[in-house]
C-alpha cells in the first residue's frame, strides 16, 4: 500500500514545491513508484520546477468532471524513471471538489504507487481540509522567520485535528550568516515551537532558484550536495 504524503506550510513561498519535487525525485531514484500531485489548484507550479509545462494536456480538473481517465491525466516525468506527476488547474480551483474525492482517490493511487507527494496550498480551512483527509504524513516547511514558524504551528495543529498523525518539518533556505543570532528563529527555536521531527535542512542557495526556474530540478545533479540532502530528506520522510 502506498503513502500519501502532504508537502504544506503556514505561509506561501517558503519552498513546498522545491521539496515535493526534489523529495520526488530523491524517492524515485530509490526504486520507487512516485506520483506527485499538484493540489495547488490555481497556482500549479510542478510542470515549470519539471520543465513539463507543454506536456500537460489534461489535469484533475479534466478527471474529477469526466473529461478524461485519471491515466490519461497521469504524466510520466522522463529524466527520472519511476516518477510520474499528475498536474490541477492552472487558473482556477476544482468545482465542487471536497474531502470524500480526494480520500477516495488517494485510496486508488495507492495501489498504484508506493509514494504519493502532494504539493499543497496554503490553507488553514476547507480547502486543506479537502487535500489533507485521507493523507498518511505531512511535511511541513518552514523558513528562519518567527511569522513562518508560527504559522507552521498552527497548521501542525490544524493538521493533528484532521487525523494527519504523522507530522514532520523541514527547515529551508538557511542562511548561516544568523547563525548564533536571535534576529532570527534559530534551530532550537524552531524544534520547540514545532515539537515534531525535523528530517532536514537545506541552505539558501542560487542554484536551487536557477534550478526550479530552468525546470531541471537540483535533485537530479548526479552526485551532488543537494542530491545527497534530498535523499537524506527522502529516507527520513519514508521512516516515519
Ligand atoms: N533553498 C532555496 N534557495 C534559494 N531559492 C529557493 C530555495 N527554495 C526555494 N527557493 C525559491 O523560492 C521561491 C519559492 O519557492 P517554492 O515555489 O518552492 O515555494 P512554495 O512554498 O511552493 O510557494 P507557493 O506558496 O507560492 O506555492 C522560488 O522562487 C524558488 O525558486
Ligand atoms: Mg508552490
Redesign the pocket.
Given at each position: 500500500m502506498g503513502k500519501v504524503v502532504l508537502v504544506c506550510?503556514g505561509k506561501?513561498?517558503?519552498?513546498?514545491?522545491?521539496f515535493a519535487v526534489n523529495t520526488s525525485i530523491a524517492a524515485a531514484g530509490r526504486g520507487l513508484k512516485v506520483l506527485l500531485m499538484d493540489l495547488?489548484m490555481g497556482?500549479r507550479?510542478i510542470d515549470i520546477y519539471l520543465g513539463m509545462e507543454d506536456r500537460i494536456l489534461f489535469d484533475l480538473g479534466d478527471v474529477m468532471s469526466g473529461l478524461c481517465t485519471l491515466d490519461r491525466a497521469i504524466i510520466d516525468y522522463d529524466l527520472c524513471p519511476g516518477l510520474s506527476i499528475i498536474a490541477c488547474p492552472q487558473y482556477r480551483e476544482i468545482d465542487g471538489i471536497g474531502p470524500g474525492h480526494l480520500r477516495a482517490l488517494y485510496e486508488r493511487l495507492r495501489d498504484l504507487y508506493d509514494l504519493i507527494v502532494v504539493d499543497c496550498p496554503?490553507s488553514l480551512g476547507g480547502i486543506l481540509r479537502t487535500v489533507a483527509n485521507g493523507a498518511d504524513a505531512a511535511l511541513i516547511?518552514t523558513i528562519q522567520d518567527y511569522s513562518s514558524v508560527r504559522n507552521a504551528d498552527a497548521l501542525n495543529e490544524k493538521l493533528e485535528s484532521i487525523g494527519v498523525s504523522k507530522r514532520c518539518y523541514a527547515i529551508?533556505?538557511m542562511d548561516k550568516q544568523y547563525s548564533g543570532s536571535d534576529s532570527i528563529p534559530g534551530l532550537s527555536f524552531i524544534t520547540k515551537a514545532l515539537q515534531i521531527p525535523l528530517v532536514g535542512i537545506?541552505?539558501?542557495?542560487?542554484a536551487?532558484?536557477l534550478a526550479?526556474?530552468c525546470g531541471c530540478p537540483v535533485a537530479l545533479e548526479s552526485g551532488s550536495d543537494m542530491q545527497q540532502r534530498f535523499a537524506q530528506i527522502a529516507t527520513r520522510i519514508l521512516q516515519q
Open positions: 506550510s506561501g513561498g517558503v519552498g513546498k514545491t522545491t495547488n497556482r507550479n496554503v516547511i529551508n533556505r537545506v541552505s539558501e542557495e542560487p536551487i532558484h526550479n526556474n
